[in-house]
């Protein structure tokens, strides 16, 4: 089972960038997916999750209004969008999985993807 996370870089303030995570080995059609972050020196932080069937999505308060996920099940991909993004935003971001349900908690997450730098300059 691998979770490849792709799509960071380096983008300046206001800009937009979109990340992918493919997941293979194994369809992911029951399992909850979500983004997460850390910076340099901080803790992993929550950003987004999204249901097995798209229809159920959660933010931390920070992203609400500037990123968007999402999911093709055909395509065993989620996607996060960011938009006006801000150097506080600069770090790593991991994707996850866990069965079925939303969670906010990263220790709840069975499968990690290995991670995608975004930088956001000022």
């Known amino acids: 089972v691998q979770l490849q996370a792709s799509g960071g870089g380096l983008v300046q303030t206001g800009g937009s960038l979109r990340l992918s995570c493919a997941a293979s080995?194994?369809?992911?059609?029951?399992?909850?997916m979500g983004w997460f972050r850390q910076a340099p020196g901080k803790e992993r932080e929550f950003v987004a999750d999204?249901?097995?069937?798209?229809?159920?999505?959660d933010y931390a308060d920070s992203m609400k209004g500037r990123f968007t996920i999402s999911r093709d099940i055909t395509k065993n991909t989620v996607y996060l969008q960011m938009n006006s993004l801000e150097p506080e935003d600069t770090a790593v971001y991991y994707c996850?999985?866990?069965?079925?349900?939303?969670?906010?908690?990263?220790?709840?997450?069975?499968?990690w993807g290995q991670g995608t730098q975004v930088t956001v300059s000022s």
């Open positions: 996850a999985a866990r069965r079925v349900l939303l969670s906010r908690r990263s220790y709840e997450y069975d499968y």
């Open positions: 080995g194994r369809t992911f059609s029951n399992y909850a």
């Open positions: 999204i249901s097995w069937s798209g229809g159920s999505t």
